[in-house]
């Protein structure tokens, strides 16, 4: 079996310029990942957003948050894709950061408020203000310097291990979708 080797922080590092780059007002949807059960991950071509059920066939209305129920403001997790590349060169392994919706846009805040929209193909999903962090499997599967790189305070201040979501307009997504922000004007 062979042993998976993690970037270092100084490797990380190294490669936060790539992220930086990612685009700022159109974006591409690179990867739509479905968890329909515990560590199961689905690769989906074509996926349906939905009000209630977020990707439709995933688990997030099943998991707890640590206020009990699911959060109905953290039904989509999205992750930058060039932030994903750095941390898991091997592309076989991306899904297993456990967000549905990998994407080729900058999530800083400053490029993406909250409550900013996302038109993803015959979608809307609105970046809500409930904060995303690496958790135990992220450090497991890419690494403590992964998991201390993304939520270092630079790191949470740009939000490089990604952001929560929610679906405000149902409708087909698909790999390769441009995504078009609108950001709030309040």
């Keep these: 079996m062979s042993t998976i080797e993690h970037l270092t922080a100084d490797k990380l590092n190294a490669g936060l310029a790539d992220v930086l780059a990612a685009p700022v007002d159109d974006g591409t949807l690179e990867l739509i990942v479905r968890r329909p059960g515990v560590d199961v991950r689905e690769v989906l071509v074509e996926g349906e957003l939905d009000i209630t059920d977020g990707l439709v066939g995933d688990n997030w209305n099943q998991k707890p948050t640590s206020m009990g129920a699911p959060h109905p403001d953290m039904q989509l997790t999205l992750i930058n894709s060039r932030l994903l590349a750095l941390v898991c060169p091997d592309p076989t392994r991306r899904p297993l950061a456990g967000d549905q919706l990998v994407v080729?846009?900058?999530?800083?805040?400053?490029?993406?408020?909250?409550?900013?929209?996302?038109?993803?193909?015959?979608?809307?999903?609105?970046?809500?203000?409930?904060?995303?962090?690496?958790?135990?499997?992220?450090?497991?599967?890419?690494?403590?310097?992964?998991?201390?790189?993304?939520?270092?305070?630079?790191?949470?201040?740009?939000?490089?291990?990604?952001?929560?979501?929610?679906?405000?307009?149902?409708?087909?997504?698909?790999t390769g979708d441009r995504i078009t922000v609108e950001r709030p004007t309040s």
Aim: glycine residues 8%; positive net charge; contains cysteine.
């Design 104 to 174: 080729d846009l900058s999530l800083a805040p400053d490029d993406l408020p909250v409550w900013s929209r996302l038109r993803i193909g015959e979608a809307v999903v609105e970046v809500t203000d409930q904060p995303h962090t690496g958790c135990a499997k992220f450090t497991q599967r890419f690494g403590l310097d992964a998991h201390r790189f993304v939520n270092s305070e630079s790191g949470r201040a740009m939000n490089l291990r990604g952001i929560n979501t929610r679906v405000v307009v149902p409708g087909t997504i698909r």
